[in-house]
């Protein structure tokens, strides 16, 4: 089925005249011209900002930063290929200044937040319609998801107002706790004047979407007010978390997906709209915005298929998350697509085979048998089982990139989120066991009992349920005390690493910013 974008709004915009020339555009835009103060174009000067969401699953910033720090992904250097000091310090938590996925991250980041800047600045002095003041909310919203992570792993930050243009002057450096109070106090502005699902295009901000940021400071308040690394003297929100999802689900406007990988296929935009999407990122390869290489950087060379001619044997997941798993899950694997494209979604082990069902070799003969084991700085071509987690099109005409959409927040989320915060709070046992067993129900595994519902339970469920997916693995690992600990070819990590440091060229670029302490 053909994808339904945003109807003549934002992603017509940016799929349309590509977001980097829409933005210098509008940049270059010095004489307040029909462009950048006509109302009737608020949808094009808000496109950089939404265009910015695709560098959050990025497999060379913001993606790789959130997953490769964790149990979840690694990219082991394998011989000569995907020797990468940066990816290997990444894994290791043996990061400093210099590294480039560090830095990488903290640079989209900041220049995310300076996009959501100009496209507010620019709508400010746009005619106040009812069309443009709901852009300027959304904007902002887009705006407090960028600080959230630039807060969440770099603590303080340089920061302008969106009023702000006199690029000679230096920023303000918001410390974490200014940043928090910040972020919180603009969602709580604008969540009032936003609109519902339905009420707005497919993939546009929703009252939700800001709600379940919202949700996600709040889960995560305790960390970001705590000492690390168990952050038992923060201060606690788990009434807010659970006010916040409470009113997402009494809303109405979403249900728990009763097919698992159907949201993870090629077209998945219409059943994502019809379940858990809350905030959709979109992509289009027959527009130019292909989503990342999932298949390229993550499958054999050997495994190729149809139009995928070229894969580049890359990352793999760790033996430490594989056997968490009760591999009976329907979330392990899937073999829907497998005569197809020759192999399994979802988490790929053991021999490979090809669509015809002969045996897969590596370069050197061996039979591609996918090992979990895998050595960090010299693996073999088939240490570390892989994973598909978005599944491709077997009939797609070009040789990389992904049309799947991404729904960076799912409605799985608002669940555990809240059992989580019932379970911590103490006080709604019974609750917390409905809410993860909700998920659990819609997946189609067992259930858990009252007696058998630990917190070790949520971190779990999180687990089988995001894996891959870019958005909270290294929240979830920090907020349940795992970050630094010992695992599979890590060592125990010192307590400052839970922040990244400031990198290199950051501080020689403004002599206001300190390093964080530890580096």
Same mark, same amino acid.
């Given at each position: 089925?053909?994808?339904?974008?945003?109807?003549?709004?934002?992603?017509?915009?940016?799929?349309?005249?590509?977001?980097?020339?829409?933005?210098?555009?509008?940049?270059?835009?010095?004489?307040?011209?029909?462009?950048?103060?006509?109302?009737?174009?608020?949808?094009?000067?808000?496109?950089?900002?939404?265009?910015?969401?695709?560098?959050?699953?990025?497999?060379?910033?913001?993606?790789?930063?959130?997953?490769?720090?964790?149990?979840?992904?690694?990219?082991?250097?394998?011989?000569?290929?995907?020797?990468?000091?940066?990816?290997?310090?990444?894994?290791?938590?043996?990061?400093?200044?210099?590294?480039?996925?560090?830095?990488?991250?903290?640079?989209?980041?900041?220049?995310?937040?300076?996009?959501?800047?100009?496209?507010?600045?620019?709508?400010?002095?746009?005619?106040?319609?009812?069309?443009?003041?709901?852009?300027?909310?959304?904007?902002?919203?887009?705006?407090?998801?960028?600080?959230?992570?630039?807060?969440?792993?770099?603590?303080?930050?340089?920061?302008?107002?969106?009023?702000?243009?006199?690029?000679?002057?230096?920023?303000?450096?918001?410390?974490?706790?200014?940043?928090?109070?910040?972020?919180?106090?603009?969602?709580?502005?604008?969540?009032?004047?936003?609109?519902?699902?339905?009420?707005?295009?497919?993939?546009?901000?929703?009252?939700?979407?800001?709600?379940?940021?919202?949700?996600?400071?709040?889960?995560?308040?305790?960390?970001?007010?705590?000492?690390?690394?168990?952050?038992?003297?923060?201060?606690?929100?788990?009434?807010?978390?659970?006010?916040?999802?409470?009113?997402?689900?009494?809303?109405? &406007?979403?249900?728990?997906?009763? +097919? @698992?990988?159907?949201?993870?296929? %090629? /077209? *998945?935009?219409?059943?994502?709209?019809?379940?858990?999407?809350?905030?959709?990122?979109?992509?289009?390869?027959?527009?130019?915005?292909?989503?990342?290489?999932?298949?390229?950087?993550?499958?054999?060379?050997?495994?190729?298929?149809?139009?995928?001619?070229?894969?580049?044997?890359?990352?793999?997941?760790?033996?430490?998350?594989?056997?968490?798993?009760?591999?009976?899950?329907?979330?392990?694997?899937?073999?829907?697509?497998?005569?197809?494209?020759?192999?399994?979604?979802?988490?790929?082990?053991?021999?490979?085979?090809?669509?015809?069902?002969?045996?897969?070799?590596?370069?050197?003969?061996?039979?591609?048998?996918?090992?979990?084991?895998?050595?960090?700085?010299?693996?073999?071509?088939?240490?570390?089982?892989?994973?598909? &987690?978005?599944?491709?099109?077997? +009939? @797609?005409?070009?040789?990389?990139? %992904? /049309? *799947?959409?991404?729904?960076?927040?799912?409605?799985?989320?608002?669940?555990?989120?809240?059992?989580?915060?019932?379970?911590?709070?103490?006080?709604?046992?019974?609750?917390?066991?409905?809410?993860?067993?909700?998920?659990?129900?819609?997946?189609?595994?067992?259930?858990?009992?009252?007696?058998?519902?630990?917190?070790?339970?949520?971190?779990?469920?999180?687990g089988y349920e995001f894996y891959w997916e870019g958005m909270a693995r290294r929240d979830d690992m920090v907020r349940f005390n795992h970050y630094c600990e010992a695992r599979y070819n890590v060592e125990e990590t010192p307590a400052y690493k839970i922040l990244f440091p400031i990198p290199q060229t950051a501080l020689e670029a403004n002599s206001d910013l300190q390093?964080?302490?530890?580096?």
């Open positions: 089925m053909k994808k339904i974008y945003l109807i003549a709004t934002v992603l017509l915009a940016f799929l349309l005249q590509g977001c980097t020339n829409l933005h210098e555009e509008i940049l270059n835009e010095q004489d307040n011209s029909s462009l950048v103060s006509n109302p009737s174009n608020a949808a094009m000067v808000a496109a950089p900002a939404y265009a910015a969401l695709r560098d959050l699953m990025s497999d060379g910033g913001s993606w790789k930063v959130t997953e490769c720090c964790t149990d979840e992904a690694i990219f082991p250097t394998r011989g000569s290929d995907w020797n990468d000091v940066n990816n290997r310090t990444l894994f290791w938590h043996t990061y400093d200044a210099t590294n480039t996925v560090v830095r990488n991250t903290w640079n989209g980041l900041m220049q995310h937040v300076t996009s959501c800047n100009v496209a507010l600045n620019y709508l400010g002095n746009m005619e106040q319609t009812d069309d443009v003041k709901e852009y300027m909310n959304e904007v902002t919203v887009l705006r407090s998801l960028f600080m959230y992570y630039l807060m969440d792993y770099y603590g303080h930050f340089p920061f302008r107002e969106a009023s702000e243009t006199d690029y000679s002057s230096k920023p303000t450096i918001l410390s974490r706790v200014d940043a928090l109070a910040r972020i919180i106090k603009d969602l709580q502005t604008v969540i009032p004047n936003l609109k519902e699902k339905g009420a707005v295009p497919y993939g546009r901000v929703t009252k939700a979407t800001a709600q379940t940021i919202l949700a996600h400071v709040y889960l995560n308040y305790q960390v970001f007010t705590g000492k690390a690394p168990a952050f038992t003297d923060g201060e606690s929100k788990w009434d807010e978390v659970i006010s916040l999802c409470d009113d997402i689900i009494k809303s109405g &406007k979403y249900q728990l997906a009763d +097919d @698992y990988w159907k949201m993870f296929l %090629s /077209d *998945n935009a219409d059943y994502c709209d019809k379940t858990e999407g809350i905030l959709p990122i979109i992509y289009d390869q027959a527009t130019g915005t292909g989503g990342s290489n999932w298949l390229n950087m993550a499958l054999h060379y050997s495994m190729t298929f149809n139009n995928f001619k070229s894969f580049w044997n890359g990352c793999c997941t760790t033996p430490t998350f594989v056997d968490s798993w009760d591999p009976s899950d329907p979330r392990y694997t899937s073999d829907r697509l497998k005569s197809q494209i020759g192999f399994n979604i979802g988490i790929i082990g053991g021999q490979q085979y090809s669509i015809a069902g002969e045996k897969l070799k590596t370069r050197q003969g061996k039979d591609l048998n996918f090992t979990k084991e895998f050595s960090v700085d010299n693996a073999t071509e088939e240490q570390g089982y892989r994973v598909v &987690k978005f599944a491709p099109n077997p +009939d @797609y005409q070009w040789g990389s990139g %992904s /049309d *799947n959409d991404v729904m960076f927040y799912r409605y799985s989320d608002i669940y555990l989120m809240r059992g989580e915060a019932k379970f911590r709070k103490g006080d709604d046992i019974a609750g917390a066991v409905e809410d993860i067993n909700a998920v659990r129900k819609a997946r189609g595994v067992k259930e858990y009992a009252s007696s058998g519902l630990t917190l070790a339970s949520f971190y779990k469920e999180r390093q964080n302490e530890g580096y």
